[in-house]
């Protein structure tokens, strides 16, 4: 699956050779307050954790991976959408349901980078036309990505625990059904 650029943002789906767009991504505390407490990630724990993890659910024939943000204009990183079946690490993942999240650059936040990344990586999966649902995940402190998945048309579904083999956490639950 390809996506193709949106108004001001570039797509590629990530690999092992992205490692340190990784890192840098990951060394700013206000970037990860949501994902780890704030928590920064080691060069280490990219090349031996996630590389491997994302490796596991990347398939480019589904779109699913982490989707590489660029901005057209400059060429700069600054951000990932991820996409993958929900309980993608469970004996039962839902295929037919795709977990959308995001992660961006500090530098880029307050100027709708995120929601045009998400909304236009949500349209190419629906485009695609075999997924019944997408749903997203967040800590419910994280008013910026609520916001977000309120936009994307998401609604409200539940606060429970989201189970993971790095961690479980109390989350809110979002998700649209799509059409068929």
């Known amino acids: 699956m390809q996506i193709k650029n ?3 943002l570039s797509y590629k789906l ?3 050779a992205d490692a340190d ?3 840098q991504l990951d060394q700013d505390v206000e970037v990860m307050r949501y994902i780890n407490g ?3 990630t080691s060069m280490d724990e990219i090349q031996d954790v996630y590389v491997p993890r994302m490796e596991s659910y990347t398939n480019s024939e589904q779109g ?3 989707w590489k943000v660029t901005v057209k204009q400059t060429g700069a990183f600054i951000g990932m959408v991820l996409v993958r079946p929900v309980d993608f690490f469970t004996d039962n993942p839902q295929l037919d349901n795709l977990e959308l999240g995001w992660r961006f650059k500090r530098d880029s936040w307050g100027k709708g980078y995120a929601t045009e990344a998400a909304e236009t990586v949500k349209l190419a999966l629906i ?3 075999s997924v019944k649902k997408l749903s997203a995940i967040a800590l419910e402190e994280n008013a910026g990505s609520i916001n977000i998945m309120k936009k994307l048309g998401m609604e409200y579904v539940k606060t429970g ?3 993971d083999p790095l961690g479980n956490a109390e989350v809110v639950f ?5 059409s068929s």
């Open 6 to 8: 949106s108004e001001r």
């Open 14 to 16: 990530m690999s092992r």
């Open 21 to 23: 767009l990784l890192f």
């Open 38 to 40: 704030g928590k920064m």
């Open 64 to 66: 699913w991976g982490l």
């Open 127 to 129: 485009d695609r036309g």
């Open 161 to 163: 625990i989201h189970e």
């Open 174 to 178: 979002y998700e649209m059904a799509l």
